[in-house]
T-cell receptor, first 112, second 116 residues
């Protein structure tokens, strides 16, 4: 079993839809949670960064962390074709130094 | 936001030659940089942690003599793929952390290496 599980998709939605992307994890030591967006043949771009449980909102993006369920989510409101990319969740534990553990990524396609 | 620049973005080389990839933090100092490898439709796999002024730390299964890492300054780390073979063809991505402790990584745009 992988430490971080993420549905690879592809997830196809119409423009304007609300998108929900999720990751589950097994390591209860994870405290820092990140979402990255990766366009084809580009490096990952940091979207959201949260610490411990709770919600964080930034524009059309909302990140949720439920540590009790070991479950994190990224919601995208009013999705746009430009949101089409692969979304990677990543997480780290305070005692893991600078190590990040990534999910496998979910490919999202937003159709106009 | 923090910018990480990676060069070259694409390189094609012949089997047996060596290739150097540069990773620079443009507007911040990075005592630690990370090198990842990504195969098509797969996630990032950490290869090594590059520490300024000291030896890199390699992940299990990564050959340190094949993937030479040099972190000579607070803004530059290099990865040299020595005696490249076709199986080394991949997407290599570097990342750097701004500040110390556990804070978000910022990634370069990657280098697509093709070994013929």
């Amino acid at each position: 079993q992988k430490e971080v599980e993420q549905d690879p998709g592809p997830l196809s939605v119409p423009e304007g839809a609300i998108v929900s992307l999720n990751c589950t994890y097994s390591n209860s030591a994870f405290q820092y949670f990140m979402w990255y967006r990766q366009y084809s043949r580009k490096g990952p771009e940091l979207l959201m960064y949260t610490y411990s449980s709770g919600n964080k909102e930034d524009g059309r993006f909302t990140a949720q962390v439920d540590k009790s369920s070991k479950y994190i989510s990224l919601f995208i409101r009013d999705s746009q074709p430009s949101d089409s990319a692969t979304y990677l969740c990543a997480m780290s534990a305070q005692n893991a130094g600078n190590m990040l553990t990534f999910g496998g990524g979910t490919r999202l396609m937003v159709k106009p | 936001g923090a910018v990480v620049s990676q060069h070259p973005s694409r390189v094609i080389c012949k089997s047996g030659t060596s290739v150097k990839i540069e990773c620079r933090s443009l507007d911040f100092q990075a005592t630690t940089m990370f090198w990842y490898r990504q195969f098509p439709k797969q996630s990032l796999m950490l290869m090594a942690t590059s520490n300024e002024g000291s030896k890199a730390t390699y992940e299990q299964g990564v050959e340190k003599d094949k993937f030479l890492i040099n972190h000579a300054s607070l803004t530059l780390s290099t990865l040299t793929v020595t005696s490249a073979h076709p199986e080394d063809s991949s997407f290599y991505i570097c990342s750097a952390r701004e500040g110390t402790g556990v804070s978000p990584l910022h990634f370069g745009n990657g280098t697509r290496l093709t070994v013929t």
